[in-house]
Structure formats: C-alpha cells, structure tokens
C-alpha cells in the first residue's frame, strides 16, 4: 500500500523548534519529490516547500513566508523526508501534511503535468505560550 | 507571484444537479493546474492533473478544462460524497506552488 504518515507535530513555544518525520511506503521514494503542505484550522491549503530526488540534486525550495527558518531534507535509506522548523511563530500553528509530487507524461503533447497524489494524515503543529 | 482566486467561496447545489467550479490565475499558467478535494477531517486528494485528465480512480463525474487563466472544474450529477472543500493549484511558476482559497460544495 502506497502510504505517508506524518509524526513529530506537537506544542511548542513561539521561537522554539520542532522536526516533522513523513516515512514513505509502497513506492520508490529515493525517486520522488516530496513536498510539505500547511493548513491552519479553517482555512485554506498553504503550500510551504518541497525537496527533489538525488537526480535532480535533492534541490529545495520554500515559501517566502518560512524560507529562512524551515529547512526539508530527506534519507533516502531510510524512506523518509524531514521538515525542521526553527524560530516558530504563533502563524505556524497548522496541520502539516507531506505530499508525493508526481510527474505525468502526455505522449501526444510530448509535456510533463505533476499532482500531488499521495498524502499523509497529517501531523498537528501549535505554536503558543 | 501568482494568484489563485477561486469562485464563488461557496456553492450550494442539490444532489444528482451539475456543479461548476472556477478557478483564476493571476498570469497565465498554460495547462499545469491541478485540482483537489479535501473532506473534513481528512487530507486533500488529487482529482485533476494537467488541467483536465482526471487522477487514477476518479469517477468520470468529475470534469476539469480551461487553460491559460481560466479553469473550470465540472461534477456533472453530484453525489452526497462530493460535497466537500474543491481547491486548485498552480505548478507552472515555481516557488510557490500556490493554491486558491478554496470553494466549498454544500448541500442546497
């Protein structure tokens, strides 16, 4: 079963720290590029950041609103993709899921589409005094 | 950065009508648009890729089209698990991924 499960979500205090976990299973993960995604409770979905494969050199990239404090890695032996937040805010405060981006070739138009088609449940992070 | 904007926030239809989503994009973002549904209390799930071509498993109800700046997301005969929270979002310029605000499907 292709599955993503989300752990290390808690309550922490603003300007601490927190390391979310995402264990991949089911599927070739050390070929896929994951992304973390962020929803406050009632709103709206929040993309935060992604990490590519190795063949596309593990490259990063984050939303402007946590690019500076959060950082993605990955152990690919290890089926595992990690988000370490740092200096968090009370706005940091969501539910966080990881995401498989996956590609899809069109052979008549000879173009790559991608969607995010596995998700975990999710991983609850409060940030407050 | 582009902008998502979703209309309206929220639709309300009765079972088995046909539902219409819009989804704006504030440039253009060609075909790289996807679609997404999330029930409450449970994690989104993919719908439509490439603006058009629906994900494994879901049910042909489910219609997606548009390119460019305007995309339309079509459930021709709802059904009761179709009500839920419908959201798109760009791939086409990266960072960010960016998602609209979401349209909410409510029983009329």
């Known amino acids: 079963e292709v599955q993503l499960v989300e752990s290390g979500g808690g309550l922490v205090q603003p300007g601490g720290s927190l390391k979310l976990s995402c264990a991949a299973s089911?599927?070739?993960?050390?070929?896929?590029?994951m992304h973390w995604v962020r929803q406050a409770s009632g709103k709206g979905l929040e993309w935060v950041g992604r990490?590519?494969?190795?063949?596309?050199?593990?490259?990063?990239a984050y939303a402007a609103s946590v690019k500076g404090r959060f950082t993605i890695s990955r152990d690919d032996s290890k089926n595992t993709a990690y988000l370490q937040m740092n200096s968090l805010k009370t706005e940091d405060t969501a539910v966080y899921y990881c995401?498989?981006?996956?590609?899809?070739?069109?052979?008549?138009?000879?173009?790559?589409?991608?969607?995010?088609?596995?998700w975990g449940q999710g991983t609850t992070v409060t940030v407050s005094s | 950065e582009i902008v998502m904007t979703q209309s309206p926030a929220t639709l309300s239809v009765s079972p088995g009508e046909r539902a219409t989503l819009s989804c704006r994009a504030s440039q253009s973002v060609s075909s790289n648009l996807a679609w997404y549904q999330q029930k409450p209390g449970q994690a989104p799930r993919l719908l439509i890729y490439?603006?058009?071509t629906r994900a494994t498993d879901i049910p042909a109800r489910f219609s997606g089209s548009g390119s460019g700046t305007e995309f339309t997301l079509t459930i021709s005969s709802l059904q009761s698990e179709d009500f839920a929270v419908y959201y798109c979002q760009q791939y086409n310029n990266w960072p960010p991924y960016t998602f609209g605000q979401g349209t909410k499907l409510e029983i009329k």
């Open positions: 089911g599927f070739t993960f050390s070929g896929s590029a």
């Open positions: 990490i590519r494969s190795k063949a596309n050199s593990y490259a990063t």
């Open positions: 490439g603006a058009s």
């Open positions: 995401t498989r981006l996956s590609e899809y070739y069109d052979s008549l138009t000879y173009y790559y589409y991608y969607g995010m088609d596995v």
